[in-house]
């Protein structure tokens, strides 16, 4: 299988290479926005309100009022291909916003994450690293989760969730490249909303969140090590994930 293709793989083990990364995965690109396309910056702007208002569309409208922009720039988010809702719009940009910013954080060739020899180690380190971008917002999380797990925006979030899941396998150094590159990133999406939704019941400084993070990363040890099929691994964690998207649809 050739998804696995790049020209560079982020981690400590690729020494100098680093400075010249120019992405890890064949699915998506290493830069998720362009600055200069007028509807980003207006989103870019738009994350400055989420503490406030949440995912939701008075964020786009006061920044569209801050940037002295017409009132029909926000047609050009209402009009979209995917008839995506502004607050969906909102929410997906602002995931991608924090999957750059991962991006930029592993860039960084002095950070005490490449000196982490162990795959499961630089896992864990990511996951945080990811939670840790979710504080600023975490009062307001529940709106954009909201948006998330509607059934007709399932195929925008999940592949957001696999997404970022992709991108934290890859900078923790994974080098599958058979089924158990679906299974390992199949894991890590559920363990990522299993995280998420634990955050939301935490308080700062997210102890409990950090160390949740840990206990989850060691039982992927003692799956990897339990189960001899991968296939199997990869069925339990699609339905683990399924059914914890399925629990946040029943409580509404």
Known sequence: MQSTLRSLRVGSR???????????????PNILINNKAP????LTKALDYLPKYGFHKQCIDDAVRDLGYADSLQSVIAANPLNESPELQLTLFW??????????HVLDPQLEFHKIPDEFDRAAYLLK????????VVGQLASGLSQ?????????????????SDDIAYYAGDMSNDLAWY???????????????????????????????????QAVRFMGDSYNAVEQWSFFNAVSLLNLIRSQLARG
Do not use: C
């Open 14 to 28: 690729f020494g100098n290479r680093l400075s010249v990364a120019k992405y890890h995965s064949a699915l998506h």
């Open 39 to 42: 509807e980003l910056i207006l």
């Open 95 to 104: 995931l991608k916003h924090q999957r750059q910013k991962l991006y930029e």
């Open 129 to 136: 690293e990811r939670l840790s971008y979710n504080q600023p």
């Open 148 to 164: 998330l797990v509607l059934p007709y925006n399932w195929s925008a979030s999940l592949a957001e969730l696999h997404a970022l």
């Open 183 to 217: 299974a390992k990133r199949l894991l890590l999406s559920s363990i990522y909303v299993k995280l998420e939704l634990y955050m939301l019941l935490d308080t700062p400084p997210f102890d409990s969140t950090n160390s949740f993070v840990d206990r989850n990363i």
